[in-house]
């Protein structure tokens, strides 16, 4: 096995008072594919910069193999103190090496090396910054977040460029499919220390799940050896003091283990406030067309009808015009040709992908309420502010705080925290994916999946277009834009069927226009076998019975916990404990198997009707 290029052993920092690293190790070999991952706040990028040497720990040993050089993205690159896009790239090369290559890879990504950095928009300028970083071919790449503002082309470009890299790659990224593609070892940082899983990404949460999983068992055994320590206790520690302070030390251990197992990062709760249902069409546009200038249309002769309830995913390359699109679809940009219609009752609400319209200098508190109170309304019910934070792993202290000090995830959290208050039933997500870890992306998907309403979803990330959207509006250059049934990966399938397979990823404004908008291509091709056309007898009857067995297993699993919330039972009465934790655990397994049983039949159910 070679010898690791790089190692971090027992780092330890703590920011204003609060550990953030509590002993984390990471040891990079030659050529691996590693992907550190954890909560937003975990210390990831803190470790990265570590790795680079960009951050002094307060304890802690960093080794670098002699001789090997280190080249480091970070998330907000740095461009100012260059005249040039050229010569910040420049400066990435060390001295004596041919330069060259960086002017290659800026033609490459479309970015012109004698353009003032201040003038490049965020897109361009995190492409610049990849050709300084990759340019160079340093044996070590530590990348944080190197998707982000990035648009699909660009993305599968940097896959391919990177799949080819020789050396080591340590990557952060929210972006679950460049993940599972790059990596062969995972990295989990979580509550400070690193956990090692040697699979990539696409084996995490798997394993992430069973760690969880056996830490809640570890700590429900621990709270039934509390509380036989605590009964015996009761007998008497008077009478046997000195031989027995060792137990009553023992039992404070204990209770310490229990408080730290129970530390774990808690779940963001999302709850959208919905307005009163739309009409049944929610948007019509014909002919649609839009130019700025003398230029080309950025939408041509676009035509499409949104219903209530669908799920649109708009995807296309930076400059292509998804957001024109966007606004001329939802009235607040005028079509030089054609017209769009909404229909009765569209109550709007748009989520910028742009931080820039949270004030710096107002709080938390402030951002929600406006100014006014504590309060804030959520579904017409009043929420105290405190509280609702909480639910967007929000601290209560945090509730004062400016805005200044959140993170960029923490900015994300806090801008969804403010949208999903406001009443609406058309939401239109632009880029929302940015800056939030993978759990609350998790979440996410599940409200989005709950919305009653409609979406219109704009991202580059094609694993969240795949678990939300159900129709795709791809550009096609020129202007046009074509709509296809499925997913991301359902769009790339009929594609590649139609315009035939492409050994390596083209940019989606380099391909053929196709049909127009209102021509949906099928997902599927038919299938000339004699397909079931309706439920069975058995399976309808399930459907039906279904939800009510559901219903009485709700209730038994709410009567179970509330008997188990007595603190004394186990002490009262061990049999009825040990029989209301076995009748909940069998209750919810019962329950899980019910709900997935009801889904599957409904998906099949409307499949059929369809």
Known sequence: MASPVLILRDTQLTFGGTPLLTGADLQVGPQDRICLVGRNGSGKSTLLK???GLVEPDAGERFVQPGVDIAYLPQEPDLTAHETVGAYVDAGF????????????????????????????????????????????????LLDEPTNHLDLPTIEWLETTLDGNRGALVLISHDRRFLEKLSRRTVWLDRGTCRTLDKGFAAFEDWRDTVFETEAEDAHKLARRIAREEHWMQGGVSGRRKRNMRRVGELQ???????TALAKPGSVRFEASEAEASGK?????????????????????VSIRIARGDRLGIVGANGAGKTTLVKL??????????????????EVLWLDQARGDLDDNATLTDV????????????GKPRHVATYLKDFLFLPEQARSPVSALSGGERARLLLARALALPSNLMVLDEPTNDLDLETLDLLQELLADYAGTLIIVSHDRDFLDRTCQSILANDGDGGW????????????????????????QPMQSEPRPRTATQSEPAKPARPQRQQTKLSFKDKHALETLPARIEALET????????????NLFSRDPAAFEAATTALTKAQTELANAEEQWLELEMRREELEG
Do not use: C, W
């Open 482 to 505: 074509t709509q296809f049934a499925g997913g991301y990966s359902d769009m790339r399938a009929q594609r590649d069927a139609r315009d035939g397979e492409r050994e390596t990823p």
């Open 50 to 52: 570590i790795a680079a």
């Open 281 to 301: 069409l929610v948007i019509e546009a014909r002919g649609v067309s839009k130019g700025y200038d003398s230029a080309a249309p950025v939408v041509r002769d």
């Open 253 to 259: 251990r204990m209770r310490e283990t229990q408080r």
């Open 329 to 346: 679809l939802t009235g607040r940009l005028d079509p030089d040709e054609g017209s769009v219609r909404q229909g009765a009752n569209v």
């Open 94 to 141: 060390a001295e004596g090496q041919s330069t060259h290559r960086g002017y290659a890879m800026l033609d490459a990504l479309g970015v012109d090396p004698a353009r003032h950095p201040g003038t490049l928009s965020g897109g361009e300028g995190r492409r610049a910054a990849l050709a300084r970083t990759l340019a160079p071919a340093p044996r070590v790449l």
């Open 556 to 567: 038994d699993i709410a009567r179970h916990s509330e008997t188990l919330a007595d603190t």
């Open 368 to 379: 929600l309420t406006g100014g006014r109170g504590d309060t804030v309304m959520v579904n």
